[in-house]
């Protein structure tokens, strides 16, 4: 019966007669607490208690009349019975928000707890703690009942034979221990053993409030520590193995999960078979409050990695998996957060890879996001690092549910959605597979996020998906490279650092590398490689790249191309970088086969025209200059000439003499000034009305104008070499040759070394780097 039934604001009988004054108002009663006979007080109040016990709407006209205030003075009246009516009202009273709201004004906790001494009447005890627990909802008054030494006195009354007084002192405390001050203080106060016997009351409520509390508390490591030396585990073992007590399971449960984080403890409970106890408890329950709490023990549990070896040993994965398979989304949020903690064993993230995994993949189709983003977290940990996982997710059909995941609501969802598609990517059959179902386009989204984890793993995502051209398409028409190049302005280093990363990777080929540039990757990737905080490898490597598919602006910016950088169609001089020539130089060509007949050659003359063409009329807002036909002539000629010479320095020495005949000629040392090359271009801009001048037109060449073209045809022809820009519209060529073998000594294999190529003086002269001539030819 007592399980059943518990009131804790029974009325205790009086001891006076009924209130002899007929009193038509509770104004006029409110009047007699002014009274100086004690009996009037005290039958006043108790008319009063009477009164505020019918509801809300009474106590709320007692307070409009003043009576706390009243009340107030009267409980600390000498007289013990006035005084204990007194409190009684209060006690009734403090439960509406309004009442509280002055009792904390008038700072009443103070001469409450003064009460609270043994030698006082055990009613004033109930009322007095049923005050306070009213009042220690607020965090205010859980401060001033801490500073006043209310912790104390209420431990005291733990064991106090009246269970009115158990339930409201416990239930004050349950409130108090909130606060971290109060949690420290009552270990010190030896709290464990009162709470223990408050288990074996004969009241649900107190049982249920001591769990509550001792659930609290034992977050603490050394309380722990005493509520073992308490033998509190064997008590709370009891419970779970008591049917009776099953609407106490759940709490008893995460009390216990709290007490499985120190391993000590989970040895214990193995060793006197209690653990197993416990997961067959989990598994024969259906109570989803019981489930989820166990999985929250579990998951506790598991942050130590000897913990782990022992749960491993009781097979808990078996308990976790037909947790999953639970109707109730709560249990499932917990089971797959333990899962998570648990794939720190390498022998538990096998066994959830041959079991756990398809349940974890139905979870992602869930409509509870909670669910949802539990579950792919669970799959970051099982996919990390092994492979045969992320196959299972892949012969589970998790890749299109996972590449839906990205469109999930919450962040974390996204984030881990991102992750674990990558982790797939870590086998090229996955990787593909993934790719072919569109994720580039799925990623451009999550590049938008203002979540710096998502920004984080969908510029890794990219990285890691972008390695070919179909998939830099993809992205680049799905308008996902504005916001990755967004992304490079980020102040936080790991989203920084992956943004770089994935624009190195985008910037693979041509296309992509222009459009990076034009949204202004250039710029902030030279900004952050100034700065020694920001700047990182990836942030390096992906301006050397963005160049490296875009020779065009690496030779402004760098001054320099390698033999490496072969010069394609489009490729433009516009001079160096914030010193502009006056005309830009152009090559435009498309490529060519070696030694084409010459009706070969005027076919693919027309068919160049015709490109142009359709070009043009597909991109009427995009101006494309002219092909360059005396430059192609140029290339073919070389082909013919040139590529039959047996060696390489023969080749260069042709090229070199080929180029010079092309753009004027020798000049002499001493009449260079006479070489009118500037009038030159500045006709050829005249007769063309602009200042894009195909390379094939110019006939007087400078230095720069002979190195570009010297360049153009050697990259078609195949002779390796390097373009430099020097100051005063100085330009060369670099070279690597290998010197012939000493005299007498054959089949000896000597270095290259680098010749710079005379293009103007003595076209065909080889000078050695870092010889006079060389340097000469370079500076004056």
């Known amino acids: 019966l007592k399980r059943n039934f518990f009131s804790c604001l029974v009325p205790k009988p009086q001891d006076f007669d009924p209130l002899l004054i007929e009193s038509k108002t509770a104004a006029t009663v409110v009047l007699m607490l002014s009274s100086p006979e004690e009996e009037v007080l005290a039958k006043a109040c108790d008319s009063l208690y009477k009164f505020a016990s019918k509801g809300d709407e009474n106590k709320v006209t007692l307070l409009g009349l003043g009576a706390v205030e009243l009340l107030y003075k009267l409980i600390s009246h000498e007289d013990p019975i006035v005084r204990r009516n007194a409190i009684m009202v209060f006690g009734i009273m403090a439960s509406h928000h309004d009442v509280k709201k002055?009792?904390?004004?008038?700072?009443?906790?103070?001469?409450?707890?003064?009460?609270?001494?043994?030698?006082?009447?055990?009613?004033?005890?109930?009322?007095?703690?049923?005050?306070?627990?009213?009042?220690?909802?607020?965090?205010?008054?859980?401060?001033?009942?801490?500073?006043?030494?209310?912790?104390?006195?209420?431990?005291?009354?733990?064991?106090?034979?009246?269970?009115?007084?158990?339930?409201?002192?416990?239930?004050?405390?349950?409130?108090?221990?909130?606060?971290?001050?109060?949690?420290?203080?009552?270990?010190?106060?030896?709290?464990?053993?009162?709470?223990?016997?408050?288990?074996?009351?004969?009241?649900?409520?107190?049982?249920?409030?001591?769990?509550?509390?001792?659930?609290?508390?034992?977050?603490?490591?050394?309380?722990?520590?005493?509520?073992?030396?308490?033998?509190?585990?064997?008590?709370?073992?009891?419970?779970?193995?008591?049917?009776?007590?099953?609407?106490?399971?759940?709490?008893?449960?995460?009390?216990?999960?709290?007490?499985?984080?120190?391993?000590?403890?989970?040895?214990?409970?193995?060793?006197?078979?209690?653990?197993?106890?416990?997961?067959?408890?989990?598994?024969?329950?259906?109570?989803?409050?019981?489930?989820?709490?166990?999985?929250?023990?579990?998951?506790?549990?598991?942050?130590?990695?000897?913990?782990?070896?022992?749960?491993?040993?009781?097979?808990?994965?078996?308990?976790?998996?037909?947790?999953?398979?639970?109707?109730?989304?709560?249990?499932?949020?917990?089971?797959?957060?333990?899962?998570?903690?648990?794939?720190?064993?390498?022998?538990?993230?096998?066994?959830?890879?041959?079991?756990?995994?398809?349940?974890?993949?139905?979870?992602?189709?869930?409509?509870?996001?909670?669910?949802?983003?539990?579950?792919?977290?669970?799959?970051?940990?099982?996919?990390?690092?092994?492979?045969?996982?992320?196959?299972?997710?892949?012969?589970?059909?998790?890749?299109?549910?996972?590449?839906?995941?990205?469109?999930?609501?919450?962040?974390?969802?996204?984030?881990?959605?991102?992750?674990?598609?990558?982790?797939?990517?870590?086998?090229?059959?996955?990787?593909?597979?993934?790719?072919?179902?569109?994720?580039?386009?799925?990623?451009?989204?999550?590049?938008?996020?203002?979540?710096?984890?998502?920004?984080?793993?969908?510029?890794?995502?990219?990285?890691?998906?972008?390695?070919?051209?179909?998939a830099r398409t993809e992205i680049r028409d799905a308008g996902g490279l504005g916001p990755l190049v967004e992304l490079l302005h980020s102040k936080i280093e790991e989203v920084r650092r992956n943004a770089c990363w994935a624009v190195m990777i985008c910037a693979g080929d041509e296309l992509t590398a222009v459009e990076l540039c034009r949204l202004g990757a250039l710029d902030i990737l030279e900004e952050i490689n100034l700065s020694i905080s920001r700047k990182n490898n990836f942030s390096e490597a992906a301006l050397e790249k963005l160049l490296d598919n875009n020779l065009s602006q690496k030779y402004s910016q760098m001054g320099y191309l390698s033999s490496n950088n072969i010069i394609t169609d489009g490729f433009y001089d516009c001079g160096q970088r914030l010193q502009y020539s006056k005309s830009v130089f152009i090559v435009f060509y498309v490529r060519k086969g070696k030694g084409k007949k010459e009706e070969e050659k005027s076919k693919e003359v027309i068919q160049i025209l015709s490109a142009v063409q359709d070009k043009i009329n597909l991109q009427n807002t995009r101006w494309l200059p002219p092909p360059d036909l005396i430059l192609l002539d140029y290339i073919n000629d070389a082909s013919k000439t040139i590529l039959p010479l047996t060696t390489t320095w023969e080749q260069v020495v042709a090229l070199a003499q080929f180029v010079a005949d092309k753009m004027g000629g020798p000049i002499e040392r001493g009449k260079l000034h006479d070489f009118s090359w500037e009038l030159h271009?500045?006709?050829?801009?005249?007769?063309?009305?602009?200042?894009?001048?195909?390379?094939?037109?110019?006939?007087?060449?400078?230095?720069?104008?002979?190195?570009?073209?010297?360049?153009?045809?050697?990259?078609?022809?195949?002779?390796?070499?390097?373009?430099?820009?020097?100051?005063?519209?100085?330009?060369?060529?670099?070279?690597?040759l290998v010197d012939d073998s000493p005299q007498g000594i054959t089949g000896l294999l000597l270095p290259p070394r680098e010749y710079i190529v005379d293009l103007m003086f003595e076209p065909g002269r080889l000078m050695k780097e870092g010889s006079a001539e060389a340097d000469q030819y370079k500076h004056i």
């Open 102 to 470: 002055l009792l904390r004004e008038l700072d009443v906790t103070n001469s409450l707890i003064s009460h609270l001494v043994p030698e006082e009447d055990v009613v004033i005890h109930e009322f007095a703690t049923l005050c306070l627990a009213y009042m220690a909802v607020e965090y205010t008054t859980k401060v001033q009942i801490f500073e006043q030494g209310g912790l104390e006195p209420l431990i005291r009354l733990l064991g106090s034979p009246d269970p009115d007084v158990q339930k409201n002192s416990v239930e004050c405390i349950y409130l108090l221990v909130q606060d971290f001050q109060s949690r420290a203080a009552v270990r010190e106060l030896n709290i464990i053993p009162p709470l223990l016997e408050l288990l074996k009351s004969e009241y649900p409520v107190i049982q249920l409030l001591a769990l509550k509390t001792l659930e609290v508390i034992s977050k603490d490591g050394e309380t722990r520590i005493m509520l073992g030396e308490n033998k509190g585990l064997d008590c709370l073992l009891a419970i779970l193995e008591t049917d009776e007590f099953s609407d106490l399971h759940a709490e008893a449960l995460a009390v216990l999960g709290n007490c499985l984080e120190d391993v000590h403890t989970l040895q214990l409970i193995q060793q006197s078979g209690g653990l197993k106890k416990l997961l067959s408890f989990i598994g024969d329950s259906t109570i989803p409050d019981i489930q989820k709490n166990a999985a929250k023990a579990i998951t506790k549990a598991a942050y130590d990695s000897e913990n782990r070896n022992i749960l491993n040993e009781e097979e808990v994965e078996k308990c976790l998996i037909n947790l999953l398979e639970t109707d109730n989304d709560g249990v499932k949020v917990a089971a797959s957060q333990a899962i998570s903690a648990m794939c720190a064993n390498l022998a538990s993230k096998r066994a959830f890879g041959l079991q756990g995994i398809p349940q974890l993949v139905q979870l992602l189709s869930s409509d509870n996001e909670e669910v949802k983003e539990a579950a792919v977290t669970a799959l970051v940990n099982l996919t990390a690092a092994s492979p045969s996982n992320a196959s299972a997710v892949a012969e589970a059909e998790g890749i299109e549910p996972l590449l839906n995941t990205l469109y999930a609501q919450r962040d974390g969802t996204i984030a881990n959605a991102a992750t674990v598609l990558t982790n797939l990517a870590m086998q090229e059959p996955l990787r593909v597979n993934i790719q072919n179902r569109g994720i580039m386009s799925v990623l451009a989204e999550p590049l938008r996020s203002t979540n710096s984890q998502v920004q984080s793993k969908a510029a890794f995502a990219v990285a890691v998906f972008g390695c070919d051209a179909d």
């Open 681 to 736: 271009i500045s006709e050829i801009e005249f007769e063309l009305k602009c200042n894009v001048v195909p390379i094939g037109k110019v006939k007087k060449g400078t230095f720069y104008h002979r190195a570009l073209l010297f360049k153009a045809i050697a990259d078609r022809i195949g002779i390796g070499c390097s373009l430099v820009r020097g100051k005063y519209n100085r330009a060369w060529n670099e070279v690597k």
